[in-house]
């Protein structure tokens, strides 16, 4: 079992920024990847960000937050990561939600989601 608990969501103006966090804990041992995904009223749940544990890539941004945000750990062994987010817009309203990949794991494990809300 893998808990995934978020933090940092909350309410902001156009322009300001947020900085989420997200900490797992239990069987993470073999982490492979961690990301933030979104999901908008009546949309669909999107990739923000992913930043994997091993191997040479860097971290994988959306086009539309590229520039704006950035996803980063901790250190290797602490499986926590975080998403600093600038210059929000209101587009980027929706709840935010942490997922781990586990190497040869096909299910990811979700955190509960936490609500950014931009207002214009």
């Known amino acids: 079992q893998v808990q995934l608990v978020e933090s940092g969501g909350g309410s902001v103006q156009a322009g300001g920024s947020l900085r989420l966090s997200c900490a797992a804990s239990?069987?993470?041992?073999?982490?492979?990847?961690m990301g933030w995904f979104r999901q908008a009223p009546g949309k669909e749940r999107e990739l923000v960000a992913l930043?994997?544990?091993?191997?040479?890539?860097?971290?994988?941004y959306a086009d539309s937050v590229k520039g704006r945000f950035t996803i980063s750990r901790a250190n290797a062994a602490a499986k926590t990561v975080y998403l600093q987010m600038n210059n929000l817009r209101p587009e980027d309203t929706a709840v935010y939600y942490c997922?781990?990949?586990?190497?040869?794991?096909?299910?990811?494990?979700w955190g509960q989601g936490t609500q950014v809300t931009v207002s214009s």
């Open positions: 997922r781990l990949n586990l190497v040869g794991s096909t299910a990811p494990w």
């Open positions: 930043i994997r544990w091993s191997g040479g890539e860097g971290p994988l």
């Open positions: 239990g069987r993470t041992v073999g982490t492979y990847a």
